[in-house]
């Protein structure tokens, strides 16, 4: 890891197209934190497996689809919303 990165696996946000992630082998994710920084515009607080999460939005990457292990949950309508609002905030249309 350099910089800024996040480090060590964990969990994520797939954000790409249902229809790209049918037929690509990698999917765009953003990470989730547990690190929770209430401040940071670039995050959003989200509620996975029972525990509060920041999805990191300025940490969107792809990832193959053979790294991904299970699925923890779904986001509620309004996290969804919401966070496809940011994302368009800051990555555009």
Known sequence: MEGGELSKPRPCVIVSLNSLNASLTTVVVCPLTSA???????RLRV???????DVCVDQIRMLSKTRLTKKL????????????????????N
């Open 36 to 42: 929770l920084r209430p401040t940071w515009r670039t």
């Open 47 to 53: 509620t996975v497996a029972g525990q509060a999460s």
């Open 73 to 92: 949950g779904t986001l509620s309508p309004a996290e969804a919303t919401a966070l496809g609002e940011l994302l368009t905030d800051m990555y555009g």
